[in-house]
């Protein structure tokens, strides 16, 4: 199930090489906002 929510993430945030793991932080880590998160691209 993570690794699905991880592909969704980087494929939704445009992230092909970001390692995202259980402790990645959206704002801190990723440079997403509230409004990255929530509306579809």
Do not use: G, H, W, Y
Not at 23 to 30: A, C, G, P, R
């Amino acid at each position: 199930m993570f690794e699905k929510v991880v592909e969704i993430v980087k494929e939704q945030l445009n992230l092909e090489d970001a390692e995202i793991t259980r402790e990645t932080s959206f704002k801190d880590d990723l440079d997403a906002d509230s409004l990255a998160t929530s509306i579809p691209t």
